[in-house]
Every structure is written in structure tokens, then in C-alpha cells.
């Protein structure tokens, strides 16, 4: 399966929660900054716009989500 490279402003998803940050599996959030093909800073926002938290994410730890369908084969 290929996997997509990230991109700043790119839609992530946490596979894992962080309990000592607050943040859930499945919390959604936005890469505000791409330090190398495996590292992210993406912030977690709620549904009102407020920071829940910003942290400094592995490529294994986020879900990209996808707005577009696959192209066909």
C-alpha cells in the first residue's frame, strides 16, 4: 500500500491516545510544520477553534485524512 507523503496543513488523526497531553485516539488536528519526512508539528484544535495541544509527531503516530476519493485502477 503507498502512503502519501504529509504536507503542511495537511488533516491528521491520532492512532493512539497521549493520556498525559489530553488528547485521544482519533483526535483530529492540522501539521502547521513538516521537520522531515517523519516528523510533524501539528496542532489539536476543538470543534470551536481552541488549542487542546501542539505537539511533535512520528509518521506512525498519524492517520492522513483523506477528502478525496481514490483514483481507479
Known amino acids: 500500500m503507498e502512503t502519501r507523503p504529509i504536507h503542511q496543513l495537511d488533516s491528521v488523526a491520532l492512532l493512539h491516545a497521549v493520556p498525559e497531553e489530553h488528547l485521544a485516539a482519533g483526535q483530529?488536528?492540522?501539521v502547521v510544520e513538516?521537520?522531515?519526512?517523519d516528523?510533524?508539528?501539528v496542532e489539536f484544535v476543538d470543534l470551536h477553534g481552541k488549542t487542546l495541544g501542539l505537539r511533535t509527531c512520528r509518521r506512525n503516530e498519524l492517520l492522513l485524512l483523506q477528502h478525496e476519493a481514490l483514483a481507479a485502477a
Do not use: N
Open 28 to 30: 483530529v488536528g492540522a
Open 34 to 37: 513538516v521537520y522531515s519526512p
Open 39 to 41: 516528523e510533524f508539528e
